[in-house]
């Protein structure tokens, strides 16, 4: 709720989408559903969600691969496995229809903050 101190802003919907998305990524992990290595890739992309995914240059820097590239192992590491449950299946195809929407492969990072969509991360862990 906003409060005069701290404004209901765009900016502060965003946040609260970050916080929320890294926290069901920690509990992916704690639940053993990522493959090992992974949880980087989606820190990074939860991270950059919001400015509608990194530049280029951080992914070359942070990863080595183009944007391309990042978004299929985002994708990978957030694939659907046989040993996931139905909740953890449900929560992985939510965040990356989240991170997709954020990252649109169609377009170049943007310098201006946008929020993921409304309703992203409400399921949270």
Do not use: Y
Request: hydrophobic letters at 40%; a positive charge.
């Amino acid at each position: 709720m906003p409060t005069p101190d701290r404004p209901h802003t765009e900016s502060s919907g965003a946040t609260a989408w970050v916080r929320t998305a890294l926290r069901q990524c920690a509990a992916l992990e704690a639940t053993r559903s990522l493959l090992p290595g992974t949880k980087p890739i989606l820190v990074f992309a939860i991270r950059w969600a919001p400015f509608g995914g990194a530049t280029a240059e951080e992914l070359f820097v942070n990863f080595g691969v183009t944007r391309q590239q990042f978004l299929r192992m985002t994708g990978a590491a957030l694939t659907t496995r046989r040993s996931d449950d139905p909740r953890t299946s449900q929560l992985k195809q939510h965040l990356m229809m989240s991170l997709s929407r954020a990252w649109r492969a169609d377009r170049e990072a943007e310098s201006t903050p946008t929020a993921p969509a409304q309703g992203a991360g409400e399921h949270a862990s």
